[in-house]
């Protein structure tokens, strides 16, 4: 990773000023390209505009910034467009740290009119030279905001002043420089006899995609599969890291959703690999939410009988759930994952960092998975999320990534232990699944999202261990709070009851005749039952279902 701090976004907010400010702070140099530019042509920006064009200016700004990201140890403030130029956004992402200054189209607006008062800055007049400056601002903000995200942070500047941003810009540096060089431990690692996955957690760690994927072995080329909200947001930034270690990558985004989870995206992924004549040693790279890791592992298990595959979870369910274990699978119309393999990725790598895009009901849901692996195994995980929260919600980078790692290497160790699902281990996972599925079944699946049901799940499941005198109240009560404190519904009133019974027998047939039900006995401790008294399911359930 290199040393440097690169600035991008709109006119105003404070690029200049702030990057002067962290420079000084950090003894680094300091270069504006607008500004290098005037001083280079002698004129200001309007006047190259309209004598030179705007072309003649974007090659000038190009050339200006390759020659700075050369360098190492310098802030560069960009001009507000640079970022529209996607061999810039290649440059500046494999040169440094991107940092993007924010402000609301409003804020913009007035600093607008205050640098015009002041005649500051000659250069951005012409955004006032319109009918409705505020509008014209917004069309460019919603415009360029996709070429923006492309920063590793992002920081407001609303109503901040120009030194505390500065704090905010070299905060992020620390921690970006501190987590994103070095070399990264595996947080877990998933041993089995097929193969050994290392689980790699990090906040901000993408950029390392492409250097953790070679020490990892992988040496050919590699085609990156994501789904097309993910891609947009994350594609450029996997996809610099991968050209930088020479991986020769293509990307394909297939639509996000579970329906995308079918054969016939199979197929198409299949098309585009034959297209690109893709041979066994090369690999595939699934960038996204459990559905593209799903999707992709299947075909990696199964195009030219089996390709090496990376798995780069951005949710939160993929993070600590669906990436980890090498189930891959497609849907039938008759049923979720009807046709799949076991085949496991060569490597995972988890940037918590972007659960910051995730839409905040998704991120509620993976926690559910979360507090599921502190239920089953790690009383110390959920004394931690019981500490932390707040924090945890909010996102806060360290807590957010030792939740995340931990939840993992649950997961990890209970799938090492049983692979393939033979021993019963990897049962213990289904803790509160087998009235969340049944829940999800009796709505159509497009009520719930997983973690919600398998939290009122989990509750179920819990009281049922209490009425069997497996687990006393209080502990049913811990994990209660616990639920409620991130935000996950406890029950489901108005669910018709016949349907979720309807969907237990229907589990019950395709697990040949029983239902396992994982009960609780302590947090940290679950066992699994098979006979447990109808009465007492009913009795549970029609709690869970009341109005
Ligand atoms: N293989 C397994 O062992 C296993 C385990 C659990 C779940 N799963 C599967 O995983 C799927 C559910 O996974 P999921 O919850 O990740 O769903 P998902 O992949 O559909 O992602 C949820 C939504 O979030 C978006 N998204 C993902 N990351 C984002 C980010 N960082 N920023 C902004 N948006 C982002 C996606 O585009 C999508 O719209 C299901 O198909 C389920 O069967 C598999
Ligand atoms: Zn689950």
């Known amino acids: ?28 140099g300091f270069l504006d390209t607008d500004d290098e530019i005037v001083r280079k042509e002698g004129k200001p920006i309007p006047d190259i505009f309209n004598q030179e064009g705007e072309a003649y200016f974007r090659r000038l700004e190009r050339s200006i910034l390759v020659t700075a990201c050369q360098q190492e140890k310098n802030v560069i403030a960009t001009g507000g467009g640079a970022v529209l130029d996607p061999q810039n956004r290649q440059l500046i992402l494999r040169r440094g740290m991107v940092i993007c200054l924010d402000a609301a189209p409003a804020t913009i607006y007035e600093r607008l009119l205050q640098d015009t008062q002041n005649a500051t800055s000659p250069n951005i007049r012409p955004l006032l030279a319109v009918a409705d400056p505020l509008k014209r601002i917004m069309e460019l903000k919603t415009q360029r905001q996709p070429y923006y995200a492309i920063a590793h942070l992002t920081v407001n500047t609303d109503d901040l002043p ?36 290392p689980i790699f957690v990090g906040w901000g760690c993408l950029e390392q995609l492409g250097s953790m994927m070679r020490r990892a072995g992988l040496a050919h080329r590699a085609m990156l599969v994501s789904d097309e909200t993910v891609l947009s947001r994350y594609g450029e930034r996997a996809m610099a ?13 297939v639509p996000p959703g579970e329906t995308t989870k079918s054969i016939e995206n199979a197929v198409k992924i299949f098309d585009f690999l034959v297209e690109h004549r893709v041979e066994r040693e ?60 076991f085949h496991q990725p060569g490597m995972i790598l988890a940037d918590v960092q972007t659960l910051t895009t995730l839409a905040p009901r998704e991120l509620i849901s993976g ?42 290497r649950v997961k990890a160790r209970v799938v090492s232990e049983d692979e393939k699902e033979t021993s019963g281990k990897r049962m213990l996972l289904n803790y509160g699944h087998t009235i969340g599925h049944a829940l999800e079944s009796a709505t159509g699946y497009g009520h719930f999202l ?69 009960m609780l006995r302590d947090i940290g401790e679950v066992i699994t039952l098979h006979r447990v008294p109808q009465t007492e399911v009913i009795a549970v359930l029609e709690e869970l279902l009341k109005s």
């Open 1 to 28: 990773m290199v040393d440097n701090i690169i600035l991008i976004g709109f006119a105003t907010t404070g690029k200049t000023q702030v990057g002067r400010l962290v420079a000084d702070r950090l003894g680094w």
């Open 241 to 253: 890291s991968l050209k930088a270690e020479g991986f020769d990558p293509c990307a394909l985004g």
């Open 450 to 518: 997983h973690g919600e049901a398998v939290a009122i799940g989990m509750m179920g499941v819990a009281h049922l261990s209490q009425r069997l005198g497996l687990v006393g109240k209080d502990i049913v009560e811990r994990q209660r709070q616990l639920l409620q404190r991130f935000g996950l519904p406890l029950s489901a009133p108005g669910v018709n009851m016949e349907l979720v019974l309807k969907a237990m027998e229907l589990d019950k047939k395709t697990r040949e005749g029983a239902i396992h039900w994982v």
């Open 282 to 341: 090369d690999a595939i790279v699934a960038l996204g939410g459990g559905v593209v890791g799903d999707l992709t592992g299947f075909v990696a298990a199964t195009f030219l009988r089996g390709l090496p595959w990376v798995a780069v979870p951005t949710s939160l369910v993929a993070m600590v759930d669906a990436s980890i274990g090498g189930k891959v699978a497609v849907n039938h119309p008759r049923g979720k994952n009807l046709i799949g393999a």
């Open 162 to 197: 120009v030194e505390s941003v500065a704090d905010e810009v070299l905060k992020g540096w620390r921690r970006w420089s501190q987590h994103g060089d070095v070399s990264l431990t595996p947080a877990a690692e998933v041993k089995t006899e097929s193969r050994n996955c």
């Open 367 to 408: 926690w559910a998975e979360v507090i599921k692996h502190g239920i089953i195994q790690d009383p110390g995980l959920f004394s931690f999320l019981e500490e932390n929260a707040p924090q945890l919600m909010a996102l806060q980078p360290e807590a957010t990534t030792e939740a995340v790692a931990r939840s993992a």
